[in-house]
């Protein structure tokens, strides 16, 4: 795409009309793994998916009532457009998480009012891997024939966990293409057929006058195509992965007994892309350093937050000590048990070091 098909999209010569099928293409790709049309948009990444989602929906709505649902559990690329909004006058209700990290649909629906325009709840927790019961609280709004408009981040659960854009009911889902291993900087908003959110950039007119700019051409045929590749072994890798996720749990409870597993991934409301455990008595930034020595990279929190206290585990209100002493699994398509194998050994050997340490 940058040597070969680099026309932009929107010129009407050849070298224009190949790229923007090209573009086309990339956009099917997402498109039909969400089981939808054409109703997916370009977008520099999840954040500005999210941005647009929470933003475009609050603008559109405002006259017919200033409510917000919302959990304590979501990405910062929600959390903050939705504080932007309470700043300026909105009322929003923020959700608490359950003991495993959730948020349980009878919450939802206790905080669903007829003054509702706006719910966002992610689909799946990128710190704990919880998976939240979006098809039930969409069920919800449509059971008390609301004009709620629902957004889910979906940027953890897409090619990871099954669904579709219809057997979720939101109107609107962020994606995004690192999580899938596509290019970084470039994500989607998906929106209901029939729903016009307000456009996000003015200028050319470019993705159907919704978010102008010359399209990254490159870096959405790259996500159009690791959404081929990914859909080719869907199942297969979600069942290899959990597969993996188990088997370190296992290791964990065998040679570190004292840690804490805050997502056992054991159950069909938990990721198996995503294990978050803690080692109580120990900080995380010492852990990841002694794990980075042996060529481990994991985290304490969102890798967006910069190494900072993760507000999804004081959501949760767990003790301090689990808090500080917490780390972010992350497993993938390429992940092996016998890396899973070797972290465990490791870490063991990195706790035992430190217990000597602080002894």
Same mark, same amino acid.
């Given at each position: 795409?940058?040597?070969?098909?680099?026309? &932009?999209?929107?010129?009407?010569?050849?070298?224009?009309?190949?790229?923007?099928?090209?573009?086309?293409?990339?956009?099917? &790709?997402?498109?039909?793994?969400?089981?939808? /049309? +054409?109703?997916?948009?370009?977008? #520099?990444?999840?954040?500005?998916?999210?941005?647009?989602?929470?933003?475009?929906?609050?603008?559109?709505?405002?006259?017919?009532?200033?409510?917000?649902?919302?959990?304590?559990?979501?990405?910062?690329?929600?959390?903050?457009?939705?504080?932007?909004?309470?700043?300026?006058?909105?009322?929003?209700?923020?959700?608490?998480? $359950?003991?495993?990290?959730?948020?349980?649909?009878? +919450?939802?629906?206790?905080?669903?009012?007829?003054?509702?325009?706006?719910?966002?709840?992610?689909?799946?927790?990128?710190?704990?891997?919880?998976?939240?019961?979006?098809?039930?609280?969409?069920?919800?709004?449509?059971?008390?024939?609301? &004009?709620?408009?629902?957004?889910? $981040?979906?940027?953890?659960?897409?090619?990871?966990?099954?669904?579709?854009?219809?057997?979720?009911?939101?109107?609107?889902?962020?994606? %995004?293409?690192?999580?899938?291993?596509?290019?970084? /900087?470039?994500?989607?908003?998906?929106?209901? #057929?029939?729903?016009?959110?307000?456009?996000?950039?003015?200028?050319?007119?470019?993705?159907?006058?919704?978010?102008?700019?010359?399209?990254? *051409?490159?870096?959405?045929?790259?996500?159009?195509?690791? @959404?081929?590749?990914?859909?080719?072994?869907? +199942?297969?890798?979600?069942?290899? @992965?959990?597969?993996?996720?188990?088997?370190?749990?296992?290791?964990?409870?065998?040679? *570190?007994?004292?840690?804490?597993?805050?997502?056992?991934?054991?159950?069909?409301?938990?990721?198996?892309?995503?294990?978050?455990?803690?080692?109580?008595?120990?900080?995380?930034?010492?852990?990841?350093?002694?794990?980075?020595?042996?060529?481990?990279? @994991? %985290?304490?929190? #969102?890798?967006?937050?910069?190494?900072?206290?993760?507000?999804?585990?004081?959501?949760?209100?767990?003790?301090?000590?689990?808090?500080?002493?917490?780390?972010? @699994?992350?497993?993938?398509?390429?992940?092996?048990?016998?890396?899973?194998?070797?972290?465990?050994?490791?870490?063991?050997? +990195?706790?035992?070091?430190?217990?000597?340490?602080?002894?």
């Amino acid at each position: 795409m940058m040597t070969r098909d680099y026309g &932009n999209p929107s010129s009407s010569h050849t070298m224009g009309r190949q790229a923007k099928a090209a573009l086309d293409a990339a956009r099917q &790709n997402i498109a039909a793994a969400l089981g939808t /049309g +054409a109703e997916v948009y370009f977008t #520099s990444g999840g954040t500005e998916a999210d941005n647009w989602a929470v933003l475009g929906a609050a603008e559109l709505c405002s006259r017919q009532g200033r409510h917000i649902i919302t959990t304590q559990i979501e990405h910062d690329a929600v959390r903050k457009p939705v504080q932007h909004l309470e700043r300026k006058g909105w009322e929003v209700t923020c959700l608490s998480p $359950d003991k495993t990290g959730g948020i349980t649909a009878e +919450a939802f629906a206790a905080a669903l009012r007829e003054d509702t325009v706006l719910a966002s709840v992610m689909l799946v927790n990128n710190e704990t891997g919880a998976i939240n019961p979006i098809e039930e609280m969409t069920r919800e709004i449509k059971r008390r024939g609301l &004009n709620t408009l629902f957004h889910t $981040d979906a940027v953890q659960g897409f090619m990871k966990i099954p669904f579709t854009a219809k057997s979720l009911g939101a109107d609107m889902i962020s994606l %995004s293409a690192h999580k899938i291993h596509g290019p970084k /900087g470039i994500g989607a908003l998906y929106i209901k #057929s029939g729903l016009r959110l307000p456009p996000f950039l003015l200028g050319g007119g470019q993705e159907r006058e919704m978010r102008s700019g010359t399209e990254a *051409l490159p870096s959405a045929a790259g996500f159009g195509e690791a @959404v081929r590749l990914a859909e080719n072994e869907r +199942a297969e890798t979600s069942a290899r @992965v959990r597969e993996i996720h188990a088997f370190a749990v296992s290791l964990l409870r065998e040679q *570190l007994p004292g840690a804490v597993i805050l997502s056992s991934g054991d159950c069909l409301r938990q990721s198996p892309y995503i294990l978050s455990i803690s080692l109580p008595g120990y900080k995380s930034e010492v852990l990841m350093n002694s794990l980075e020595a042996e060529g481990i990279y @994991v %985290s304490k929190s #969102s890798a967006c937050k910069k190494g900072a206290r993760s507000h999804v585990l004081d959501a949760m209100k767990l003790p301090n000590a689990v808090i500080d002493g917490a780390l972010r @699994v992350s497993f993938s398509e390429f992940s092996t048990q016998e890396e899973a194998a070797y972290f465990v050994q490791k870490l063991s050997a +990195a706790a035992q070091k430190l217990y000597k340490v602080l002894k």
